[in-house]
């Protein structure tokens, strides 16, 4: 069974990832300090963009992390196999290239593997978008593409 964290402050993206989790064998642990899953073994950690205290980042283990860019701190003290970031830069893993009022080009700029072990592609998936903001969406998605499912089209 996968764990899976989400280390967010009420944002709602927990809730958002224990939906695309559903059938999978995961268990979802959601928390707004980073403390609260220190001793888990997890498979995926997913930061959303207004997480906070960075600075018990160090007591985790995780095999995937999925973080906003520029956070060179938490970076160099997240222990993950695989880091993968998501923003507007277009050094993140995942970006936005283009947004208007109903849709949301999300580009996948580098390969990587999901859980299962199978490869996400570079790519450019074209999503619903519902005014919310662009970060969380782009988390959304790389928690989608980690977990095997296709974000919503």
């Known amino acids: 069974m996968w764990q899976i964290g989400v280390w967010e402050r009420d944002e709602g993206l927990a809730e958002r990832v224990s ?12 928390c ?38 520029g956070l060179a701190s938490l970076t160099r003290g997240l222990p993950a196999d695989t880091l993968i970031s998501y923003g507007p830069s277009g ?27 199978r490869a996400v592609e570079r790519q450019e998936l074209i999503l619903p978008y519902d005014g919310g903001a662009p970060e ?3 988390a959304q998605a790389g928690a989608a593409l980690l977990l095997g499912r296709l974000p919503a089209e």
């Open 32 to 69: 707004r300090h980073p403390a609260l899953l220190a001793g888990l073994a997890l498979d995926l950690l997913v930061v959303s963009p207004g997480a906070a205290g960075w600075a018990g980042a160090g007591a985790l283990a995780c095999r995937t992390a999925l973080l906003p860019g």
């Open 91 to 117: 050094r993140n893993t995942l970006t936005l290239s283009s947004l208007d009022g109903q849709r949301a080009s999300v580009a996948v700029q580098r390969e990587f593997v999901s859980l299962s072990g």
């Open 136 to 138: 969380l969406l782009l």
């Open 19 to 30: 939906l695309l989790a559903e059938g999978l064998p995961a268990l979802v642990r959601a």
